[in-house]
């Protein structure tokens, strides 16, 4: 384990990484489409990189499931079907995580998910602020959920699961939800700290039922608008 600990990290510092990163944000935003295809040529001209670690960044890209499998180099489709499964996996590994925290946090551990509440509270009033933004504190929040809950392992599969689960999000429309979203978090945060298993995990089934509801309302109607421009 400690061997693989430091291969990644030394791969962070790698530039192939920072394409990856790059690449994975634009994927994740759908600044690039489901269907479209990674043309090397022309991300050796963007990154100003050579076809090495542009390749390496797409082979991770692979394994994660944001581009296809085999050649062509095209980025995942988004569906209803992937994202039902998708939805399955992220829910049962979110109400083990709080499960987990719920029993096992500290004092130190309810400051960071606070500090992080009040980052989200601040970005409400702000109307200028990238979307992604709040995105990215909703996945550190989740994140800080499953880090106290000490499963180094649970942790791992929650994040791969919760970037599949963001492009839906993502997608479908969750700007309207960020208000809700932040009472949803406030509610599970005080839930944790009653150290009360079932109440917590009921508190996180409803949160992630009030996400999946808004997704699937918006889900088809923003899949036939995205086939439709890619028709022309």
């Given at each position: ?26 994927i994740l935003t ?178 992630m039922g009030n ?22």
């Amino acid at each position: 384990m400690e061997g693989l600990m430091s291969r990644q990290k030394d791969y962070k510092k790698n530039i192939s990484y920072q394409i990856y990163l790059k690449l994975k944000e634009k994927i994740l935003t759908l600044e690039y489409k489901p269907g479209e295809v990674l043309l090397e040529d022309d991300m050796v001209k963007e990154f100003d990189a050579s076809r090495t670690p542009i390749r390496e960044a797409i082979r991770y890209l692979k394994i994660e499931g944001f581009v296809n499998q085999g050649s062509g180099n095209k980025v995942s489709s988004l569906s209803l079907n992937e994202y039902v499964m998708i939805f399955q996996m992220r829910e049962s590994l979110e109400l083990l995580s709080i499960k987990l925290a719920t029993l096992n946090w500290n004092e130190e551990n309810i400051v960071l998910l606070e500090n992080n509440l009040l980052k989200q509270k601040n970005l409400l009033y702000k109307k200028d602020h990238k979307p992604l933004f709040f995105l990215e504190l909703d996945k550190e929040f989740h994140s800080i959920i499953a880090e106290i809950g000490g499963n180094f392992l649970l942790k791992q599969e929650l994040l791969k699961y919760y970037d599949l689960y963001f492009r839906y999000n993502y997608f479908c429309g969750f700007k309207s939800r960020k208000d809700y979203a932040v009472v949803e978090h406030e509610n599970l945060l005080t839930m944790i700290k009653t150290r009360n298993v079932n109440l917590s995990m009921s508190e996180m089934k409803s949160h992630m039922g009030n996400v999946n509801n808004n997704i699937i309302i918006n889900l088809a109607k923003k899949l036939n608008q995205l086939n439709n421009e890619q028709d022309f």
